[in-house]
């Protein structure tokens, strides 16, 4: 039996990678595509199905280029922001992604974010790399503790409920706020409120988890900010969409914000190079889910979604 034809436009981790030649027939894999090759490719080799990351971004025009002979629009990421997903459902395409297997490494990385942006650690890091040689007075270089603090979370889905389980343990008293209300077994004690604006007062650090969508696109403002108490920490692993950079750099300079952690930035990887100036931001270059378990269970999750497809069953992970 002829194995599904599968092009595969992102680098894929090495176990996973490997794995390919015995499920499919694939191209790529070995390093990372644009959209216009890995659009070739499914030409010419009359694909059945194509995997992408969210560096490829498949607008209209692009899943209008793709052969009839696609099948599956498969991300390995559990956000489909860069799909025009309604464009290619109108195509007859299945499109999937990898929800829960990234959840506990972008909560890791949220509160790594949280407590680096709490400590100065970007600071710290700095000081040491040049070689420290200077005591400090007990009235400097101070941060600001979290444990007892008050964590809002915008976007209590699966990502936010493993922050919010980890924020528990350094005593955190847990705000949310969300489209709809969890039931009390995941809400666990923690606070809804139906409308952003009436959490953020309350907020110490707020912890962004919300999906890129045309009603959430730079939800973080002006306007927003100004609501957060001033000194609070604002912390984003979700996208940078969700953020009015020009708004946050405002707040970080300002001192109304005591600090930021980001690890996601509206351009990508050509981020604001102000925030590297900016000594109260720690940053990291949209890593969430990075690391070797995670990436590997990514890539296979996704895979397995083509495998159903391809083989007639139901995709795993359909949106």
């Not at 005593?171 to 004690?189: A, C, H, K, T, V």
């Not at 009436?198 to 907020?203: A, G, K």
């Not at 696109?217 to 953020?243: C, S």
């Not at 990508?268 to 070797?292: C, K, M, Q, W, Y």
């Amino acid at each position: 039996m002829a194995k599904p034809r599968l092009i595969v436009a992102p680098g894929l981790p090495k176990a996973v990678f490997e794995s390919l030649p015995d499920r499919f027939d694939a191209t790529g894999g070995d390093r990372n595509m644009t959209v216009e090759e890995a659009l070739a490719a499914a030409s010419d080799r009359a694909a059945e199905a194509l995997l992408v990351s969210h560096r490829h971004k498949m607008t209209a025009d692009s899943i209008a280029k793709l052969p009839d002979s696609v099948k599956i629009l498969a991300t390995v990421t559990v956000g489909y922001d860069h799909i025009d997903v309604a464009a290619a459902k109108a195509r007859g395409l299945i499109v999937t992604n990898t929800p829960d297997v990234l959840t506990d490494c972008t909560a890791d990385m949220a509160m790594l974010l949280m407590l680096a942006a709490s400590r100065r650690a970007a600071e710290a890091e700095l000081l040491m790399r040049k070689g420290w040689r200077q005591n400090f007075g007990m009235g400097e270089f101070l941060g600001l503790r979290v444990t007892g603090k008050r964590l809002g979370i915008f976007g209590m889905g699966r990502i936010g409920q493993a922050m919010a389980k980890r924020a528990r343990g350094f005593d955190m008293r847990i705000l949310y706020s969300n489209r709809s209300r969890l039931p009390p077994e995941l809400e666990q004690g923690a606070r809804y409120f139906a409308e952003l604006k009436d959490m953020l007062p309350l907020c110490d650090v707020l912890a962004i988890h919300a999906p890129s969508t045309a009603a959430t696109d730079k939800v973080i403002n002006a306007e927003t900010l100004a609501l957060l108490p001033k000194g609070a920490i604002l912390v984003n692993t979700a996208r940078g969409q969700l953020v009015d950079e020009e708004a946050l750099l405002a707040a970080l300079k300002s001192g109304h914000l005591f600090a930021a952690g980001l690890d996601v930035f509206r351009s990508e990887p050509d981020f604001d190079l102000r925030f590297a100036e900016l000594p109260n931001v720690f940053l990291t270059p949209h890593i969430g889910s990075a690391t070797v378990e995670t990436r590997n269970a990514m890539g296979f999750r996704a895979l397995d979604n083509v495998a159903a497809v391809c083989s007639g069953a139901p995709a795993i992970d359909s949106l």
